[in-house]
């Protein structure tokens, strides 16, 4: 990678509760295209996020640093971190599912900006039409794009978003993925992604988390061309394997409720 990072992580270190979750992981965030954050469950993909954005729990410790281009985030409080262009699109989406679409979009206006309704509806036409609806009576899938949405409606350099695409049906999951690819095509992202078909399909770099430090790191096409490879990391083997074996802990997709067992490698388009 020989562009400047938008993103650098150094030696982050996060406690929580008494355990030791993030031992030191450093990797770097290209200024363009998506960054996957891999690993199996529980490894502390969203306790990294977290950090990166202030947001570990109240008596967490965290070291290291962290820089958005040539600024050091520390100390920096959440909200001015958003302000200053660090989207986030946390894993369970936090809409107000007692507010409308509309009420939800307001909310997340930046003072002293100007909202870019277009684009969030040029991209999601659908949260046009359901202006009125309250938000928890959407599907997941709108729901998720709702909460992309929020945060597309404010100019970002980077956006952090975790497991966007876990718990939808698979052609939900086709649709958000291919969101990302576009909004990908304006801002860098950092994606944390459990579904391999949206990882081929999206990442050009990856970082592999596993037991608190950072396992590998490098182009993504390269670690899902290494199936043996992926699957000593992830614990999955990649789509099209003759003897891929059933999704692990890894890289599950969860199976939505309302349908029935599927592949566990959605298609992402
Ligand atoms: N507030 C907390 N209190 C106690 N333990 C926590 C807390 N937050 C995270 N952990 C623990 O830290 C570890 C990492 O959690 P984290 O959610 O970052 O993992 P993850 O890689 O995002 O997992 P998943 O893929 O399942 O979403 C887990 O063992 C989790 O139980």
């Not at 050091?72 to 200053?84: I, K, M, N, Y």
């Not at 649709?175 to 990442?203: I, M």
Request: hydrophobic share 45%.
């Amino acid at each position: 990678m020989s562009e400047t990072p938008i993103l650098t992580v150094a030696d982050l270190s996060v406690r929580i509760a008494g355990l030791h979750i993030l031992q030191g992981v450093s990797f770097t965030v290209a200024p363009s295209g998506v960054t996957v954050l891999l690993g199996r469950n529980g490894v502390g993909k969203t306790t990294t996020l977290r950090a990166i954005l202030g947001l570990t729990p109240r008596g967490g410790e965290v070291r290291g640093t962290v820089r958005l281009g040539d600024r050091s985030l520390a100390g920096e409080p959440t909200h001015r971190l958003v302000r200053d262009g660090l989207g986030y699109v946390p894993e369970d989406r936090c809409v107000f599912a007692g507010l409308t679409v509309t009420e939800n979009l307001r909310l997340a206006e930046r003072r002293g900006g100007v909202p870019a309704y277009d684009r969030v509806f040029e991209l999601f036409p659908e949260l046009k039409r359901r202006g009125r609806q309250r938000a928890g009576s959407l599907s997941g899938g709108q729901q998720q794009m709702l909460a992309i949405g929020r945060v597309l409606l404010n100019d970002n350099r980077l956006l952090l978003v975790d497991e966007p695409t876990k718990g939808l049906a698979p052609k939900v999951v086709t649709e958000v993925a291919e969101v990302l690819e576009r909004v990908a095509v304006a801002v860098p992202v950092l994606l944390v992604e459990q579904n391999l078909a949206v990882v081929r399909r999206l990442a050009d770099d990856a970082v592999v988390l596993a037991a608190g430090r950072v396992a590998w790191s490098g182009a993504a096409d390269e670690l899902l061309r290494e199936a043996e490879l992926t699957r000593s990391l992830l614990g999955v083997g990649v789509a099209g394997e003759p003897h891929a074996p059933a999704a692990t802990a890894g890289v599950s997709q969860p199976v939505p409720a309302e349908s029935a067992p599927v592949d566990r490698e959605v298609s992402a388009g």
